[in-house]
């Protein structure tokens, strides 16, 4: 049986950054009495902590709208999600971590009211973004629909973040974005290249005009675009995406013919990434099933490398 998923990307302006969450649950139900079989809805970027500001300003009314992971913010948006029945990525939002760290984190909550999953975005974009860099890649799953992974923005300008989130088993990548300046172009391109190098759905979904340049998109895992937002003005995209696809693209080939994935054969020698000071060993090329690899097996994995390399 096909495992078929309703989403709804939200190219929308951000909301100020002194709006309640109550104001975004208002918009969020309002959006899914327009589309009640929708079954994931996303946001931009830092939709829920709009500043105007640019230079230190900025930065220090980023530091105003930070909370810690699991405060006010996050419980208020965790009922959200529950009340509604439905998977919630917000977007993103500034945390504050344990040691005041000022992390860029996208929040994914469930229809059970959980906070399922949160990514810190890795690659700030420096030197305008004050983030502090996270450490590792997350994907979560999404029970009767598939593995989900996680990357913001600028993200995508780093083909490590797509490779890794496929290798953990992510299905559907998503990717809140919200940029302002005229790259979103690359972005689109970027994207279209993530999907088909990793023989995955993204969903990139970018902030709407006045702040962002739109351009939001669904792309299968052949690379074609499902659905495009080809302004920068405020609109929803929907789609049915049939997570399936991932695995009947990856066993036939992208245009029935290459298999990136089935690449390697176990007697192959490793190959070695002194970029990295690791290697690709084709033992563990390739990707995990859904349910399959997690964060922290992939974490072991590195670590048993590393500790097999020192003898």
Same mark, same amino acid.
Request: net charge negative; charged share 20%.
């Given at each position: 049986?096909?495992?078929?998923?309703?989403?709804?990307?939200?190219? %929308?302006?951000?909301?100020? +950054?002194?709006?309640?969450?109550?104001?975004?649950? =208002?918009?969020?139900?309002?959006? %899914?009495?327009?589309?009640?079989?929708?079954?994931?809805?996303?946001?931009?970027?830092?939709?829920?902590?709009? /500043?105007? $500001?640019?230079? @230190?300003?900025?930065?220090?009314?980023?530091?105003?709208?930070?909370? @810690?992971?699991?405060?006010?913010?996050?419980?208020?948006?965790?009922? &959200?999600? !529950?009340? &509604? !029945?439905?998977w919630l990525v917000p977007g993103t939002v500034c945390e504050r971590g344990e040691k005041g760290q000022l992390f860029n984190t996208a929040l994914a909550f469930s229809p059970g009211g959980d906070l399922a999953a949160w990514y810190r975005k890795i690659f700030p974009w420096r030197p305008y973004e004050p983030y502090d860099p996270g450490d590792r890649f997350v994907v979560f799953d999404a029970p009767g629909f598939g593995r989900l992974g996680l990357s913001i923005c600028y993200d995508s300008w780093f083909p490590e973040v797509a490779r890794h989130l496929a290798w953990m088993g992510a299905e559907v990548i998503i990717n809140p974005v919200q940029t302002t300046t005229n790259d979103r172009e690359q972005e689109i391109v970027l994207a279209r290249a993530h999907a088909? *190098?990793?023989? %995955?759905?993204? *969903?990139? %979904?970018? +902030?709407? =005009?006045?702040?962002?340049?739109?351009?939001?998109?669904?792309? #299968? @895992?052949?690379?074609?675009?499902?659905?495009? *937002?080809?302004?920068? !003005?405020?609109?929803? &995209?929907? #789609?049915?995406? #049939?997570?399936? $696809? /991932?695995?009947?693209?990856?066993?036939?080939?992208?245009?029935?013919?290459?298999?990136?994935?089935?690449?390697?054969? $176990?007697?192959?020698?490793?190959?070695?990434?002194? &970029?990295?000071?690791?290697?690709? #060993?084709?033992?563990t090329w390739h990707p995990a099933p859904p349910g399959g690899r997690s964060a922290s097996t992939a974490a072991r994995l590195v670590s048993r490398r590393n500790d097999a390399a020192s003898f």
């Amino acid at each position: 049986m096909s495992r078929l998923l309703p989403l709804t990307l939200a190219q %929308v302006p951000p909301q100020e +950054a002194t709006a309640p969450v109550s104001a975004f649950a =208002a918009e969020v139900q309002r959006l %899914v009495a327009r589309y009640p079989q929708t079954r994931l809805v996303v946001y931009p970027e830092l939709h829920l902590c709009g /500043v105007e $500001d640019t230079g @230190p300003a900025r930065t220090a009314q980023l530091q105003e709208t930070a909370q @810690p992971l699991r405060g006010p913010r996050t419980r208020q948006l965790a009922e &959200l999600a !529950g009340d &509604l !029945g439905i998977w919630l990525v917000p977007g993103t939002v500034c945390e504050r971590g344990e040691k005041g760290q000022l992390f860029n984190t996208a929040l994914a909550f469930s229809p059970g009211g959980d906070l399922a999953a949160w990514y810190r975005k890795i690659f700030p974009w420096r030197p305008y973004e004050p983030y502090d860099p996270g450490d590792r890649f997350v994907v979560f799953d999404a029970p009767g629909f598939g593995r989900l992974g996680l990357s913001i923005c600028y993200d995508s300008w780093f083909p490590e973040v797509a490779r890794h989130l496929a290798w953990m088993g992510a299905e559907v990548i998503i990717n809140p974005v919200q940029t302002t300046t005229n790259d979103r172009e690359q972005e689109i391109v970027l994207a279209r290249a993530h999907a088909i *190098a990793n023989q %995955v759905f993204v *969903a990139s %979904v970018n +902030a709407a =005009a006045p702040v962002g340049t739109g351009g939001s998109l669904i792309a #299968d @895992p052949e690379g074609r675009l499902r659905q495009h *937002a080809a302004g920068s !003005g405020a609109e929803v &995209l929907t #789609d049915v995406v #049939d997570l399936d $696809d /991932v695995a009947r693209v990856r066993t036939f080939g992208t245009a029935g013919l290459n298999r990136m994935w089935s690449q390697f054969s $176990d007697t192959d020698s490793p190959i070695e990434l002194p &970029l990295y000071q690791g290697r690709i #060993d084709p033992r563990t090329w390739h990707p995990a099933p859904p349910g399959g690899r997690s964060a922290s097996t992939a974490a072991r994995l590195v670590s048993r490398r590393n500790d097999a390399a020192s003898f």
